[in-house]
């Protein structure tokens, strides 16, 4: 009764373990799955076979010899542990990495959504400009072209009155939608939260896309190197009684050298060409008066750039 329960669960953990190891080979890669679960039966089957026989004979052997045949015992206990223990962890990662693998496709279908919205977005806009094109042809070809004109200059008007999302600084919507895009494809939650007041700020608007622009990049580049969930980017834009506050909080790895961080050629990142960014990012604020301070730890990393309201 015995041998009829415990044998087949050898042939079982034999057939596992078989086919752990022949998927390594491409022969059996290349079988239908029908074939591969007779052939690995049929070795199961022998293997188990020649084991049991092979054990009995060597119990057989050491029959006389109670102290090896116990130790023999002993020594069989634990190969057969072992191979119950490796087999068991192979078949946990297995499980993990389909789970993985679902979670990637569920990421790949989110994307793929996103962009499908997007191509849809671009295909109404074109829509939109041929209509204003045909618009504008027929003026033109009947004569009209101080009516073209005037549409023409009305259609620009429209364009320029449109305010941005982020308040009156247009170039947020670019460097947001950008980066919105560049951090979905990459796993990374970014988010921007901005109030409708920075209006008025002296600095050009390409210095102040180039401030962000690195900062936002270093983050994106800390992430993208560490294996986390629900990593996130976001940007903070707000003012006091007497500043304007932009910060940009990462929960990426932590930056010990937060005060050499702005030195030229000081990076902590290896590679050459390295140092320049957050370098050119202080130069530009402090041709402004503008005040930059970073701070990190083991959850949160923050750069947050100070401007006053009164010089």
């Known amino acids: 009764m015995e041998s009829i329960i415990v044998f087949p669960i050898y042939i079982l953990i034999i057939f596992i373990g078989l086919n752990f190891y022949l998927d390594k080979f491409m022969f059996y890669k290349k079988l239908s799955l029908s074939k591969k679960g007779l052939l690995t039966i049929f070795l199961s089957i022998l293997l188990a076979l020649l084991i049991r026989s092979f054990l009995v004979f060597c119990l057989i052997k050491l029959n006389s010899n109670l102290l090896f045949s116990g130790l023999f015992k002993i020594f069989l206990s634990f190969l057969f542990g072992f191979i119950c223990f490796y087999i068991g962890y192979k078949v946990i990662r297995l499980i993990d990495n389909n789970d993985c693998n679902k979670t990637k496709i569920k990421n790949q279908n989110s994307k793929i959504e996103h962009k499908d919205n997007i191509i849809g977005k671009l295909r109404s806009q074109k829509h939109d400009y041929l209509k204003h094109l045909q618009v504008v042809y ?69 210095e102040m896309s180039s ?79 503008y005040h930059i301070f970073a701070s990190s730890d083991e959850f949160i990393t923050e750069f947050t750039i100070l401007i006053p309201k009164y010089c």
Request: a negative charge; hydrophobic letters at 35%; glycine letters at 6%.
């Open 138 to 206: 027929s003026l033109l070809n009947n004569g009209f072209n101080d009516d073209a004109k005037s549409y023409i200059t009305n259609i620009s008007n429209s364009f320029r009155s449109k305010n941005s999302r982020y308040g009156k600084v247009s170039y947020l919507d670019a460097i947001a939608s950008l980066k919105y895009e560049e951090c979905l494809l990459k796993n990374i939650s970014f988010d921007v939260y901005i109030q409708d007041f920075i209006d008025n700020l002296i600095i050009e608007p390409n």
């Open 211 to 289: 401030v962000l622009l690195n900062i936002i990049d270093n983050a994106i580049d800390s992430l993208s190197i560490i294996n986390k969930d629900n990593k996130y980017i976001k940007l903070f834009v707000y003012e006091d009684e007497f500043q304007y506050v932009i910060s940009i909080k990462n929960n990426g790895p932590k930056i010990y050298n937060t005060e050499d961080i702005f030195n030229e050629g000081f990076s902590t990142k290896d590679g050459e060409n390295r140092g320049y960014g957050l370098y050119l990012v202080k130069n530009i604020l402090d041709k402004y008066g």
